[in-house]
């Protein structure tokens, strides 16, 4: 039996509230949960009511989870800004890693110190440049303090 084939997708929103530290603790354990029993692994970054987040793991599973994502009512202006089929996990090991973040971390960032400067929207920021979504994805998982979820 083979396996299905790997998928990654990355999408932007925007929090229709700004959530709170609590809030997002919450939807973390839940994501984790859902994600070990989906194999999908992945990353999701929150910055002044943004969420960037990548997804991989089974195709079906991966577009399932994403259109839940897009009817919660916590999110609005959904984007894909990448997706289709992967040759390995960017995050094997992460079932949802998680970064709570500001413009100014973002900024001190190699290749992204202008990269909020004119406009602090993230959603809208990577609308714009899609291309960039996956190496900023990258930096935060190299900094320190970010804890995979293994669970």
């Known amino acids: 039996m083979t396996s299905p084939a790997l998928y990654r997708l990355i999408y ?9 530290l609590v809030q997002l603790n919450q939807l973390l354990q839940r994501a984790r949960t859902k994600n070990a029993a989906l194999e999908i692994t992945g990353l999701l970054l929150y910055c002044d ?17 994403y259109r839940s994502i897009r009817q919660d009512p916590r999110h609005t202006r959904c984007m894909v800004l990448e997706e289709g089929q992967a040759e390995q996990r960017l995050f094997p090991d992460w079932r949802m890693g998680f970064q709570l973040f500001t413009a100014a971390q973002i900024a001190e960032l190699e290749g992204f110190s202008d990269f909020l400067a004119a406009d602090s929207d993230l959603a809208r920021q990577l609308a714009a440049r899609p291309e960039q979504a996956a190496q900023l994805l990258l930096k935060f998982r190299a900094l320190p303090g970010l804890v995979p979820s293994v669970e």
């Open 12 to 20: 932007v929103s925007s929090a229709t509230v700004e959530l709170s």
């Open 49 to 65: 009511g943004s969420f960037l987040q990548l997804l991989e793991g089974p195709q079906g599973a991966v577009e399932q989870l």
